[in-house]
């Protein structure tokens, strides 16, 4: 049997154990032979509780008492232990049989199996969020292309307006120049159709429409890399001089103060798509850097370790963190928590997107001690 058991008299001391008693504590059958099973116990509040067992008259059963046993390796080990007494023919009190069995192993077990139900539930979501991403994907596809044709029209309809709007200019200028004749019918008409303000409003107008479709073109350029319309062809790429150009163009634009810290090693060979990655990284440093403005000493630490044939990078800011309600939807397309116009909410779905058609994930999470932490996880190039 896998249970310890010890078989002691009505005084406390051991008469017989089993095996698996002896493995336990490291001890044989002949040393204990006699001993106080008390002495079997780490602690005084253990062995105390043992005297416990025979000091009653008429001591009664025990049922799933844990208490501390000495090992073989000196450690306390948990045990629950079952007593019964043990009666002759007669019915009188002769001794009492122990039984036992570790909560180690079982503790061990127990945390194995929750670590395994919490990597199933944390699999479950990201097989969740990535079905959700290649339906948004095809989706958007659609859309990103039927938006391309009347941004086009818009853009250069405005073009053609400006070209169209500094010759009417030089036109009207003619017109009513000193050199032409000055008809006061038509200088009143000019006044009454205040044309010049309407002149001097044409400029600003075409700036706002600009301004508003290449905004718009931007953000279908966005949906068009995260539905993979645009892909790279896949070639050898070295993430750290990838991660080091987009921390170099973040910072150039970045607040003063703000601080970089880079910990990875010179090589960190990959497959895939340089511009793609360079997107992601320029994204996560970026987003810290938003993150941490106005806070004190503004910090971004970037580290990387190799693991089972990939690489795990580590953006560990130091800002207020993220909202546990957000945590969900972070990487959904359109979510931001940016003020209106700071944000299109597709830097990091579109990450997403783009790390895992690389074969990796990316995660998000709080640090204990404040501050968000970005985890990208990547395979390595085959050696």
């Known amino acids: 049997m896998s249970d310890i058991l010890i078989v002691c008299n009505r005084h406390g001391a051991i008469q017989e154990v089993n095996d698996s008693l002896r493995r336990f504590i490291g001890q044989d059958e002949t040393v204990l032979y006699g001993r106080p099973v008390c002495e079997l116990f780490a602690d005084d509040v253990s062995r105390q509780r043992a005297r416990d067992f025979f000091s009653a008259a008429r001591p009664a059963s025990v049922q799933d008492c844990e208490l501390l046993i000495s090992g073989r390796d000196g450690n306390s080990l948990p045990v629950s232990l079952n007593c019964t007494p043990r009666l002759s023919g007669t019915g009188k009190l002769v001794g009492m049989v122990l039984t036992g069995r570790p909560v180690g192993e079982l503790r061990r077990a127990y945390h194995a199996l929750r670590q395994a139900h919490e990597d199933l539930k944390r699999t479950q979501q990201q097989l969740l969020q990535a079905e ?14 039927e938006l391309n044709n009347p941004i086009s029209f818009v853009l250069g309809n405005v073009l053609a307006i400006r070209r169209y709007a500094a010759r009417l200019q030089s036109y009207l200028d003619a017109v009513h120049s000193d050199a032409c004749v000055r008809s006061p019918a038509l200088e009143a008409m000019r006044q009454d159709l205040r ?30 890399r995260f539905s993979a319309v645009d892909r790279s062809a896949d070639e050898p790429v070295n993430l750290a001089e990838v991660l ?7 910072t150039r634009a970045a607040m003063q103060g703000f601080r970089v810290t880079v910990d990875l090693p010179q090589e960190l060979p990959i497959i895939g798509s340089s511009g793609q990655m360079q997107q992601v990284l320029m994204n996560l440093v970026q987003n810290a850097r938003d993150a941490t403005a106005g806070g004190e000493a503004p910090t971004l630490e970037i580290s990387a370790e ?25 990487f959904d397309p359109f979510f931001t928590t940016k003020p209106v116009g ?42």
């Open 132 to 145: 959700k991403m290649a339906s948004l994907g095809r989706l958007v596809a659609g859309v990103a292309h």
């Open 195 to 224: 044309i010049d303000r309407i002149l001097e409003d044409i400029t600003p107008l075409l700036d706002g429409m600009t301004e508003g479709a290449e905004r718009t073109r931007d953000i279908v350029d966005g949906l068009k």
């Open 244 to 250: 080091a150009r987009a921390v170099r163009w973040v």
């Open 306 to 330: 190799r693991c089972n044939g990939t690489v795990i990078l580590s953006f560990v800011d130091n800002g207020p963190g993220i909202a546990e309600a957000n945590l969900p939807r972070l």
């Open 342 to 383: 700071q944000g299109t909410g597709l830097g990091l779905s579109i990450s997403y997107g783009i790390v895992e058609r690389h074969g990796g994930k990316l995660e998000a999470a709080n640090r204990p001690g404040g501050g968000a932490v970005f985890t990208l996880t990547l395979p390595l190039a085959p050696v």
